[in-house]
T-cell receptor, first 111, second 114 residues
Framework: GQQVMQIPQYQHVQEGEDFTTYCNSSTTLSNIQWYKQRPGGHPVFLIQLVKSGEVKKQKRLTFQFGEAKKNSSLHITATQTTDVGTYFCAPDQTGANNLFFGTGTRLTVIP | DAGVIQSPRHEVTEMGQEVTLRCKPISGHDYLFWYRQTMMRGLELLIYFNNNVPIDDSGMPEDRFSAKMPNASFSTLKIQPSEPRDSAVYFC????????????FGEGSRLTVL
């Protein structure tokens, strides 16, 4: 089965503080995707990382793929209330698909 | 584009009743997925179809659950008989490509079984 840990499970931050969530695998990944789900909403695709050591940015969001392709992180700089939600990683462990999601990190931003 | 359309958005039913959830994928997407989300188990893949054919149903909980895709624009997930532990949000998603393909999720169907 999937052996992927996503940490932390929950994170409360003051607005303006930074936030990071991690997705760690026991096996080498082909690629990894990240999704965001707003409270009461549905998961929405954010990005896909493929290459070892890859770093991608989307405004205040920075996504990294580890050199060994076993872990990934999503970092948000200066959080805003619009960042509230649950962030999921969807790693491809088999080279076949990204259909299995991590447990998610629920972010709460305190105004 | 209308996106993935699911119905009903909310369903409240009594234990033992049959529940049918419906999904219309994005036109042109060859893959359709059914997920279930609960606090305890997170986001679980139940089944997925490719070109209307079920490919992997290993996530379907038990025989009470069944899914069909009679054509490229419609799929159903049926629970008969329903039980309180089936209460969850059921998402349908579609995709152009299963390998590294972005999943497009519907708004979900929130099911409550009393």
């Amino acid at each position: 089965g999937q052996q992927v840990m996503q940490i932390p499970q929950y994170q409360h931050v003051q607005e303006g503080e930074d936030f990071t969530t991690y997705c760690n695998s026991s096996t080498t990944l082909s690629n990894i995707q990240w999704y965001k789900q707003r409270p009461g909403g549905h998961p929405v695709f954010l990005i896909q990382l493929v290459k070892s050591g890859e770093v991608k940015k989307q405004k205040r969001l920075t996504f990294q793929f580890g050199e060994a392709k076993k872990n990934s992180s999503l970092h948000i700089t200066a959080t805003q209330t619009t960042d509230v939600g649950t962030y999921f990683c969807a790693p491809d462990q088999t080279g076949a698909n990204n259909l299995f999601f991590g447990t998610g990190t629920r972010l709460t931003v305190i105004p | 584009d209308a996106g993935v359309i699911q119905s009903p958005r909310h369903e409240v039913t009594e234990m033992g009743q049959e529940v049918t959830l419906r999904c219309k994928p994005i036109s042109g997407h060859d893959y359709l997925f059914w997920y279930r989300q609960t606090m305890m188990r997170g986001l679980e893949l139940l089944i997925y179809f490719n070109n209307n054919v079920p490919i992997d149903d290993s996530g379907m909980p038990e025989d009470r659950f069944s899914a069909k895709m009679p054509n490229a624009s419609f799929s159903t997930l049926k629970i008969q008989p329903s039980e309180p532990r089936d209460s969850a949000v059921y998402f349908c998603a579609s995709s152009l490509d299963i390998r590294s393909g972005e999943l497009f999720f519907g708004e979900g169907s929130r099911l409550t079984v009393l």
